[in-house]
T-cell receptor, first 115, second 115 residues
Framework: DTGVSQDPRHKITKRGQNVTFRCDPI?????LYWYRQTLGQGPEFLTY????????KSRLLSDRFSAERPKGSFSTLEIQRTEQGDSAMYLC?????????????FGSGTRLTVV | AQKVTQAQTEISVVEKEDVTLDCVYE???????LFWYKQPPSGELVFLIR??????QNEISGRYSWNFQKSTSSFNFTITASQVVDSAVYFC????????????FGGGTRLMVKP
């Protein structure tokens, strides 16, 4: 297993367009997380899946954001009607079933620039 | 609510100097986990260490060492004999024992090691 993969690495979009990012976690990890990191800040939690169930959503996740994990494997994060404030690095992470404080494995992120 | 504070936003040292990165946390939970991650320019968050709240033993791994003190709610990270390759942004993070185990990150410390 090569770790957590995110696609694309970079995305430039015009304001108002929709974008979708994909995350492929480590295969045996049933937990999947999305975080957002703006320039000069630490990552902020967006949402969390256990298998295909979305169990937690941050208030940062406005109604323009939607995340899915249809078969409990890969996940997608869609942003509709993008705004300049959405420009950030979107990080995906996965962890094994019995977390109990184990470190996550993070992907390299998708850097979104809204122009 | 949980909070992680990294008061040093940027540190610059000359190669071979020792450097300590500070981390102070706040949580009401008695069981929690602390982490340090390294984020090189490539963007991926690299796991360095995990420490649970019941284990205050300090840890050393090569040139890295960590000092966990519950009395002061601190989890400081020291790099001995720094090298240029240590240049990165370092994040301290915290999670409790709740089901989701979402991470709360500090704002990060950018370490620049000059030759």
């Amino acid at each position: 297993d090569t770790g957590v993969s995110q696609d694309p690495r970079h995305k430039i979009t015009k304001r108002g367009q929709n974008v979708t990012f994909r995350c492929d976690p480590i295969s045996e990890h049933n937990r999947l997380y999305w975080y957002r990191q703006t320039l000069g800040q630490g990552p902020e939690f967006l949402t969390y899946f256990q298998n295909e169930a979305q169990l937690e959503k941050s208030r940062l996740l406005s109604d323009r954001f939607s995340a899915e994990r249809p078969k409990g494997s890969f996940s997608t994060l869609e942003i509709q009607r993008t705004e300049q404030g959405d420009s950030a690095m979107y990080l995906c992470a996965s962890s094994p079933p019995n977390l109990k404080g184990y470190g996550y494995t993070f992907g390299s992120g998708t850097r979104l620039t809204v122009v | 609510a949980q909070k992680v504070t990294q008061a040093q936003t940027e540190i610059s040292v000359v190669e071979k100097e020792d450097v300590t990165l500070d981390c102070v946390y706040e949580t009401r939970d008695t069981t929690y986990y602390l982490f340090w991650y390294k984020q090189p320019p490539s963007g991926e968050l690299v796991f360095l260490i995990r420490r649970n709240s019941f284990d205050e033993q300090n840890e050393i791994s090569g040139r890295y060492s960590w000092n966990f003190q519950k009395s002061t709610s601190s989890f400081n990270f020291t790099i001995t004999a720094s090298q240029v390759v240590d240049s990165a942004v370092y994040f301290c993070a915290l999670t409790n024992n709740n089901a989701g185990n979402m991470l709360t990150f500090g704002g990060g410390t950018r370490l620049m090691v000059k030759p």
